[in-house]
């Protein structure tokens, strides 16, 4: 049989695009809250023996991850052969080491409760940093797409007409790949960081691009800190309206409204809904995923 999608809440277009994408069917899960905040989950139809698969962007997880696990118990209880996980934007990879003595490594334990869940999970850009694999935290299969063809695409479309500015030094490897991909210029920031939100930037020389539109690239805007800094200074130098684009928009607090304060433009893609979510990267999850559901649905 084939493989059914389920949306977790606020994940209905994502699982729409992903049954229609892979020509599966679209399961309908009712959920809802009691008086006490405790989670109601029913499945509608018969999943025993097929291959289920949750969608849910993990963004904003605390609220989130409790009735994640839930549903993938109660489908394992109502007889699936498997359940899958969607993810597009994966969280808690911020913390893959102790920095200070009795910090949580939050990015394993995260890991660890994903992985006993679920036989399989698939996500776009997970912020790896200091691991070099999905592999070294998560015991289950990891799908890994990337959004850079369609941020590519989207820098394509303004050839010419821009350059491309990297946050800092780590992200050099991966700006430039995107900008030679996107035959666009670019240049990376030095960036000291303080705190969370005590951030100081020093650009290389960027005068040389005077004319051109500055695209700030990175992989997620979380507090926009670094880029509002950067934007105030490339605004101030006289350059035109500077475009944020990044694969995953966080947009913690009001970081949006702090950013178009600043001067900016922001585009990012839908792996998190929202009114800046203009790319849409549910075509590469299609592909990515449609492998695994033909493998599972062979007898």
Request: proline fraction near 6%.
């Amino acid at each position: 049989m084939t493989a059914v999608f389920f949306a977790m809440p606020g994940n209905e277009s994502l699982a729409a695009a992903l049954a229609s994408g892979t020509a599966t069917e679209l399961g309908s899960l009712e959920y809802r809250k009691f008086p006490d905040q405790e989670s109601y989950l029913r499945f509608l139809g018969n999943v025993t023996g097929r291959n289920a698969v949750l969608a849910c962007s993990l963004h904003d997880p605390d609220g989130k991850t409790l009735p994640l696990l839930l549903a993938a118990a109660a489908l394992r209880d109502l007889g699936a052969k498997s359940v899958g996980l969607v993810a597009p934007y994966l969280s808690y990879m911020r913390q893959d080491r102790r920095f200070k003595e009795g910090e949580a490594i939050t990015s394993l334990a995260f890991a660890r409760l994903l992985s006993g869940a679920f036989d399989w999970i698939a996500t776009i850009d997970p912020h790896l940093h200091r691991y070099a694999s999905m592999a070294e935290i998560y015991s289950i299969p990891a799908l890994v797409g990337h959004a850079a063809p369609v941020l590519v695409d989207y820098l394509r479309q303004r050839h010419g007409t821009i350059f491309l500015v990297g946050p800092d030094e780590e992200s050099e490897q991966w700006v430039s790949s995107v900008a030679k991909a996107a035959e666009a210029p670019y240049v990376t920031l030095r960036k000291t960081r303080r705190g969370d939100n005590d951030v100081s930037i020093n650009f290389p020389d960027i005068m040389k691009f005077d004319g051109l539109t500055p695209v700030l690239i990175d992989d997620i805007i979380s507090s926009g800190h670094t880029m509002q800094v950067a934007v105030t200074q490339l605004v101030a130098l006289g350059f035109g309206q500077p475009v944020c684009l990044a694969a995953h928009g966080i947009l913690a607090a009001d970081a949006m409204q702090r950013l178009k304060a600043a001067g900016a433009v922001i585009v990012t893609t839908n792996t998190i809904p929202g009114p800046t979510a203009a790319l849409d990267v549910n075509p590469l999850l299609v592909e990515l995923i449609r492998p695994k559901l033909i493998g599972e649905s062979k007898p």
